[in-house]
């Protein structure tokens, strides 16, 4: 028996016995579930968890329910319906002698009862009425009742509350002194306005934009902790006035503001010299900027473009940043270390002439001289840089799993010069191939292999005489030119040979937009050998062999993210995610080939370059998320895709790899990839379970709604609805029924549901997906009958998914 055939083997009794087994496997966790309690010491209880009651003298502007549940201790085991699975694993691996599987489910996996003490009650009490006092209820109170049972004890708290306090007026500070006139001007600014509730953390967050916006100006070593609010609750009427105050302890060098003096750049700290004489000269990259690299490895341009700090300007904690950043985006460097030191020399006259001064790092010109500057009122700075290993060879082997539902092992080896040309440019050379077999207990064995060599050219830059976007000068733009050979072969259909080149960027508007520019795309398709079968299902319809497979595409691609998943700052309730793809090939190439070269059309109608006619259409996709998290743990997560494809011009049909596709394990998991639409069209039984090149279309409408919930540190849960189809634009006779028609497009949706569990280790996540139909476009009737006990109807409706990663 081959591998391919041993594989499907495995898959075929797996997928009729999968979901049984899952419901026995979950059964009987579920009955043994209630056996935990009996490994409790006499006198101990397992603590359930706590409720809080909140009652007020009037309306509240806010529920602080869920802020005093963030305070309550202990947190009680993990609960999943009535089980507690993480503390069952626990009792269930007993007392291991080894480091064996009972040592992982007891120590790595499990978690030990939490037990009720009437200390972390009173603790909690305590901390939950600090809590309050810093929301702005001074004069809450919080009580206290313990359930008790045999085994069990939970806790109800009783919050009694009044109305908060309120902010009347922020006083500025009172000293005369430049420091206090800067922090005035910043505190006009204030979001703490007159009626605003009295919140410690908006009092934090107002000192830490004080002290950033005075680094932005000079304060190097100011600190938000020098600020103190004091606040007086005299004036009555629940309303609270706050005065700002400076410390009296505050250093004398946090008072002062500074100013950038000499900047030495050593980009080769901390790396292993040669054997060999590595004395360098300083060398000047601009007025007060120096180099000193040992090694001669980088161009001096490139840090010029990247430190934003310059010498005898304030100090700015912005320019600061994005000089990190840039410097560390720059991928050539492990560790970036900006050292800062007051130079007590003040700025000095720039020598005579122009020669690059050399010496010690502390050496050379310092600045234009300016005798009113306080001379000890200046910061030198040495940014010490540890670059990467500058060529690597690395080889990995892995496990592919795609949204075709092939699946299988796969090789890359790539050869890396992180620094080629000394200005941050890398250079990559891989070589890699793939060999899968597809997993699907309704498709006849196929196996697929490919093997695929790639070169890549990256700059830091924008390499464009007419192009050069705006972009935040936190971020690295890249400039990158690609060629890639790639070879595929299907068993059960043909063998394809690719070529591409590509020149394009991508750049970060900021820390949640990014876009992606390919002026220039060049992709060239040959096929190669073809299938009996597959040759007499080419031939007589509308997707021909040389229009599907054999294409010439030149044109342009754009794409857009924006996602808010991205920000940094505290955890977010509800994030979005957008992608907008737009591609368009042929029309250049046309308008030379049509309109101001007059080239003759070949004998099949169009133009061609190479003897070989060009592909002309304008394709856009969209693809819409949006996550919302439901408690600790749990999140809804929901996607829509619409996407659309129109050739035109040259060419009447979308290349095949330009067309949609759907179902699958990222897509509609009820049906197995390529197993559906378009429209209402149904393969006929002679191509089932083999490769149907017309289940494609020019149109793609899906959208999924899935609820994700905790079971475990690692183990999640799922479930969830997918619905969606792809339609043709024109009538096809291998495809009857697949054309897009706005009066009966709603009615051909196809839909699925499921659920599945997902473990989840932060870097890796293994998904398992039981999914069934519940409409079927070419089926009469709406819903699908849904009978999970019988045999028959798990054997022609159950789709199981194994995936690696979410669906989105």
């Known amino acids: ?474 971020f690295v733009p890249r400039t990158t030119f690609s060629f890639a050979w790639d070879f595929f072969s299907r068993t059960d259909a043909f063998n394809l040979n690719s070529l591409k080149f590509q020149y394009g960027y991508n750049w970060n508007q900021s820390h949640t937009i990014r876009h992606s520019l390919l002026p220039a795309t060049v992709n060239l398709f040959f096929l190669g050998r073809v299938s009996e079968d597959f040759d007499r299902l080419l031939s007589g319809g509308v997707l021909q062999q040389r229009g599907l497979f054999e294409q010439f595409i030149i044109g342009s691609q754009y794409s857009f993210f924006y996602n808010s998943q991205q920000k940094s700052g505290e955890r977010r309730v509800r994030d979005l995610y957008f992608n907008l793809n737009l591609d368009v090939s042929g029309n250049l190439a046309y308008l030379l080939a049509d309109k101001l070269v007059g080239a003759s059309r070949s004998e099949d109608g169009d133009y061609q370059v190479f003897g070989q006619g060009f592909s002309q259409y304008t394709r856009a996709d969209v693809d819409l998320r949006y996550y919302q998290r439901i408690g600790e743990g749990n999140r809804l997560a929901a996607r829509l895709i619409v996407g659309a494809g129109l050739p035109y011009g040259n060419s009447e049909n979308l290349p095949y790899v330009k067309l949609f596709s759907i179902g699958g394990v990222n897509s509609i998991r009820a049906f197995h990839p390529r197993s559906l639409g378009p429209g209402a069209y149904h393969p006929p039984d002679s191509l089932a379970g083999r490769f149907n090149p017309y289940q494609t279309g020019e149109i793609k409408l899906e959208t999924n709604l899935e609820y994700r919930f905790g079971i475990s540190q690692m183990l999640k849960g799922a479930v969830f609805l997918d619905a969606g189809n792809i339609w043709r634009l024109e009538d096809d006779v291998q495809a009857p029924g697949g054309t897009f028609r706005w009066n009966s497009f709603l009615g051909q949706m196809a839909l699925g549901a499921g659920t599945g569990l997902r473990f989840d280790v932060t870097f890796f996540v293994l998904r398992f997906d039981f999914a069934f139909p519940l409409v079927v476009p070419y089926r009469d009737g709406f819903l699908e009958p849904i009978q999970p006990l019988k045999r028959q109807w798990r054997r022609d409706n159950l789709v199981f998914n194994l995936a690696i990663g979410y669906p989105f």
């Open 1 to 474: 028996m081959g591998l391919s055939n041993w594989i499907y083997g495995i898959n075929n009794a797996g997928g009729r016995n999968a979901f049984a087994l899952f419901l026995l496997v979950l059964g009987a966790m579920l009955l043994s579930s209630c056996s935990n309690l009996r490994y409790l010491e006499d006198g101990e209880r397992l603590y359930t968890g706590s409720t809080i009651k909140i009652v007020a003298d009037e309306k509240l502007p806010e529920n602080p329910e869920k802020e005093l549940q963030r305070v309550v201790r202990p947190v009680p085991n993990q609960k999943f319906l009535f089980w507690r699975p993480r503390l069952w694993l626990y009792n269930a691996a007993g007392e291991p002698t080894g480091k064996g599987l009972r040592h992982i489910m007891k120590n790595r996996l499990g978690r030990p009862p939490v037990l009720f003490d009437e200390e972390d009650v009173l603790r909690s009490k305590r901390v939950m009425e600090n809590r309050l006092f810093n929301m702005g209820y001074f004069d809450g109170e919080v009580s206290f009742q313990v359930r008790k049972k045999e085994r069990t004890a939970a806790v109800d708290y009783h919050v009694q509350l009044s109305t908060p306090y309120v902010i009347r007026e922020v006083h500025p500070l009172t000293d005369d002194s430049a420091l206090a006139a800067q922090v005035n001007e910043i505190l006009g600014q204030t979001p703490l306005l007159p009626g605003s509730l009295y919140r410690l953390d908006a009092l934090k967050a107002e000192r830490e934009r004080i002290d950033r916006k005075l680094k932005a100006m000079g304060y190097f070593y100011f600190h938000p902790d020098y600020l103190i609010f004091l606040a007086d609750t005299t004036p009555g009427m629940r309303e609270v006035d706050l005065h700002l105050r400076l410390k009296g302890d505050i250093p004398s060098q946090a008072l002062r503001a500074y100013r950038i003096g000499d900047i030495t750049i050593i980009p080769d700290y901390l790396t292993e010299l040669p054997p060999g004489d590595h004395s360098a000269d300083t060398l000047r990259i601009r007025d007060g900027m120096y180099m000193v690299d040992r090694l001669g490895q980088f161009r001096p341009e490139l840090f010029a473009t990247s430190v934003m700090l310059e010498r005898g300007r304030l100090y700015d904690v912005e320019s600061h940043d994005q000089s990190l950043g840039k410097l560390m985006g720059l991928g050539v460097f492990r560790f970036v270390n900006f050292r800062f030191s007051q130079s007590g020399l003040g700025p000095q006259p720039p020598p005579a002439g122009p020669e690059p001064p050399t010496g010690s790092l502390s050496g050379g010109p310092t600045g234009e001289f300016s005798p009113s500057d306080d001379q000890n009122n200046y910061l030198d700075l040495r940014i010490l840089l540890s670059p990467v290993k500058k060529k690597s060879i690395g080889a990995e082997i892995r496990g592919v799993s795609k949204s075709n539902n092939f699946a299988g092992p796969g090789f890359k080896t790539t050869f890396s010069n992180n620094n080629i040309f000394g200005g941050a440019e890398m250079l990559r050379l891989s070589l890699g191939g793939t060999f899968e077999t597809l997993i699907s207990r309704r498709m006849d064995p196929v196996n697929a292999w490919e093997a695929g060599l790639e070169t890549e050219l990256v700059f830091p830059e924008f390499i464009a005489p007419f192009f050069r976007p705006t972009i935040s000068s936190r």
